[in-house]
């Protein structure tokens, strides 16, 4: 007689509690309850559809029911084994609460409950769905629930346990079982695929353990068409095309390209995809959760155990994580979180999609203002050792007050002498760009020639003069140069020896009050064009190639 074909799923379906893939927590509990006789009259199975709870139920039918038990392994040879195996047992009684007979099986219950078991020890019933019974037989099943003889055990299994009603609940033992991580789910397939003769690449199987999603049941479900697509050799694309996923390899790509600030890159995978026909909600989705595995990654070792990926998975996203932050990462989540959402009713999915990636790109740009001033003080402590910079910090820049015109009144009596115009430029410059002014600490007039006043930085602030010789600061500084000194004058920047003592200190306490910082005046308010002219800022967005998006207050 010709072996009839069975879907893998039945196949395979495990018939010992250690068989059940990744639902340890659940069978262990029940084989020490088992070995310690510490039986329960009702359990209640709880989790997603697909991921071994009827299975589960009726090992532990078996576990219950074999000549040899109540045991954690039951023999699997016996009568009672293989009637409950083959779903012919007259003392398990299977109940689907979906189906429309709920409330007649739930009366043939009720009328039968009192009689011994047949040939077992238990008479078992195991309701599937049990959330969907009808208020009528759920009323049916408390009463027996309320005092079940001592020869019953109900197991009950629910996808919705918020559906179930409370007093059901409160008699049964629940146990939760869990979405089965993609790592067992490729084991479990190679194993089949092994027993099947059927040859399938890790990519392959990896596919369709991300289309499952945790439920082992479609994983099988799923391999058993593409055996009845693609016969015994199974490659990637035979499961992504027959599904409609997206390559790994494309995700990875499409990561890459946001990790690498490559815009055009990004659009164009998206674009071949589309082109290709994959469905870009799923994509978004495939993306987010690879997004969301590197977060896991660059938060560091702890996390990185819990994600259960295939290994091939786990070494592209190490690899990725080190050429990004958690902060980065963070960002890009957020922008292409806020598509996710916004796809399902979008018109053009594809737009939608290409705007995400778009701004995914620049999230990955943004600096956080946390980032920011440490790197700024850490640019800036390399810039200068003069004890007064760290007054000056970022945080006071974005969050100082309204500008304030600077006292319009010159003396009146006599222009003032360079020293003095020198210092009140500076002051000025400071309400208007701090960090322009802290460029300028340990800086001395050198002389007027002409009508051109040199400046000059000490050799050992050079470097400061490429920040400071900026037009805009120059324009602002000649600008208080000419009110004070009532006459036009250029301003250039030298770096030279400056004759008298050690630039900043002696700068700050010199008659001139070179270097000293702002007096109590009202401080400058920096608006979003000033931070983004302000040389130091320009150099720190130069550094991490950046855009400042906001100032925030
Ligand atoms: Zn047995």
New binding site residues.
Partial sequence: MAQQYQVLARKWRPQQFDDVVGQEHVTTTLKNAIGQNRLAHAYLFVGPRGIGKTSTARIFA?ALN???GPTAT?????D??LEITEGRSLDVLEIDGASNNGVEQVRELRDTVRYAPARGKFKIYIIDEVHMLTTQAFNALLKTLEEPPAHVKFIFATTEPQKVLPTILSRCQRFDLRRIPANLIVKHLKEIAKKEKVAIDDDALAAIARGAEGGLRDAESTLDQLIAFCGNKIAEADVLSVFGLVAHDRIAALTDAVLDGQTTKALQVLKDLDDAGKDLQRLATDLLDHFRNLLVVTLGAEGVASLQLPESEMELLAAQAKRTDSDAVLRIIDALAAAEGRLRYALSKRVLFEIALVKAVKARDMVGIDGLLKKLNELKSGLQSSPRMGDVSIAKVASVAPPTRIREATPANSPATIEEAWAYALEHLGKVTPLAKSYLVGTRVFGLKGNVLVVRFDPEFADRKEFADHPRNIEILQASLKEKLRMDVALKFEVGEVSTAPAPKAAAASPAKLGAPAKATPPAKMNVDDFKNDPLIKKALEIFKGTIVEVRK
């Avoid at 039951?74 to 016996?78: A, H, I, S, T």
């Fill in positions: 078996k074999c000549v040899k039951p023999c699997d040879k016996c009672n084994c």
